[in-house]
């Protein structure tokens, strides 16, 4: 494999409640030959479709935000057009990954699982000296602007991240890949 990932899908969902098919926001961010060349973002309506107050707390998305919002389904061609193919990267991935799975079983969707690296796991490893790896101290400590828990800036935040990671020689990205799971 390439010491660097420099052709890569940042994403990042939001969700509503406790489900992992509630995803009520959802960042993308396109990495190709080392930059940024698409960003897609679309709030979406969650199924099941309620909100926990702290979920709307933590994030400031709102039932009436996106009971007009496509469902994911809707998005899912589009989204699909630009990574597929491509190694997908979040911040704590474990639960991207989950939200996008299940999103796509509970709308019966095809799809082949790509190989799915975390930057919270990479960032532990390229940068064992700040004080905690959540997403907007590894931006802070990195200059990378962050509007946190909004799905399209901590996408650009990851993509930002896996970009400086790239920067140090001898990097083993392997150490932030997550394991397949088959279903």
Do not use: Q
């Amino acid at each position: 494999m390439n010491k660097k990932l420099v052709d890569f899908a940042a994403i990042d969902f939001e969700t509503a409640n406790y489900e992992p098919t509630s995803a009520c926001s959802i960042g993308v961010v396109v990495v190709k030959d080392g930059s940024i060349s698409k960003i897609l973002s679309s709030l979406i309506r969650p199924e099941p479709f309620w909100f926990l107050s702290k979920f709307t707390d933590i994030h400031g998305i709102k039932p009436e935000n996106t009971f007009d919002s496509p469902c994911f389904s809707d998005l899912w061609p589009e989204i699909n057009k630009h990574i597929s193919g491509l190694p997908l990267v979040a911040h704590n991935a474990t639960f991207d990954r989950n939200v996008l799975l299940s999103c796509l079983r509970f709308y019966g969707i095809e799809f082949d699982e790509p190989e799915f690296f975390c930057t919270v796991r990479m960032s532990r490893r390229a940068y064992p000296e700040i004080e905690n790896h959540r997403l907007d101290t590894v931006c802070r400590s990195l200059d990378i602007v962050l509007d946190h828990h909004r799905a399209e800036s901590d996408a650009i935040g990851c993509a930002k991240i896996v970009l400086e990671i790239n920067k140090i020689k001898d990097f083993n990205f392997l150490s932030g890949r997550l394991r397949k799971i088959i279903h």
